[in-house]
């Protein structure tokens, strides 16, 4: 049985990206398929599979926490963290999540490349905003942080001892496997025409 989300959090970036990708890819194909021969079949393969990466890239991915668990679903995976697992997480240019020694990384929420390398911490870059809102990538990072403690308080576990190391076995890694096949197909039809 699915939990519900206690907390969803946006995208900080790529959205726009993705949508003018798909809006270009869209037209080529509407031009091709109206107009046989105006439009090579490689550019319109090609710009299929660029739709498909664009969206299985920068629109699919997502980040919700339940009461348990931290869910990052990604391009080709969906990767289910225990929040007591979870020994430490910091937001840079994407989330990056340490569960029983090994590294869990979410593009859906991160700082721009500037910030990260002006702000050794973070939440420092906010002095500089002189309207005193704290960033986004902050308050993703508190709010886990805080969700981690509860989830960590309620499973009655320390944070870094052996129990905490032995929830890191409850990781779970599922298969996305529409944009695996949608892209693997792009891609296939792409190099086919390439050929012909």
């Known amino acids: 049985m699915e939990q519900q989300p206690v907390e969803q959090f946006h995208p900080t970036s790529g ?4 949508v003018l990708v798909l809006l270009l890819a869209g037209v080529v194909v509407v031009v091709g398929v109206a107009d046989p021969g105006s439009v090579a ?3 319109m393969a090609g710009a299929v599979l660029a739709a498909v990466l664009a969206w299985a890239t920068m629109l699919r991915p997502a980040l919700w926490a339940t009461r348990e668990e931290l869910v990052m679903r990604n391009m080709l995976e969906t990767v289910h963290v225990p929040l007591a697992a979870v020994e430490q997480l910091a ?3 994407v989330l990056a999540v340490r569960a029983g020694e090994k590294r869990y ?3 859906v929420v991160g700082r721009p490349w500037r910030k990260v390398a002006r702000t050794p911490r973070s ?5 500089g905003r002189g309207d005193g809102e704290k960033p986004y990538a902050d308050y993703v990072e508190e709010r886990l942080q805080h969700l981690m403690e509860e989830a960590r ?6 944070s870094l001892s052996d129990e905490q190391l032995a929830l890191a076995d409850g990781v779970r890694r599922e ?4 944009p695996i096949i949608l892209a693997a197909t792009a891609a296939a ?7 012909l």
Request: charged residues 10%.
């Open 105 to 107: 990384v979410s593009t």
């Open 175 to 178: 298969p996305a496997w529409l």
């Open 91 to 93: 937001v840079r240019q």
């Open 123 to 127: 939440g420092s870059d906010t002095a």
């Open 189 to 195: 039809v792409f190099v086919v025409t390439l050929f």
């Open 15 to 18: 959205r726009v990206s993705a």
């Open 153 to 158: 308080g309620a499973a009655g576990v320390r």
């Open 41 to 43: 079949a490689p550019v």
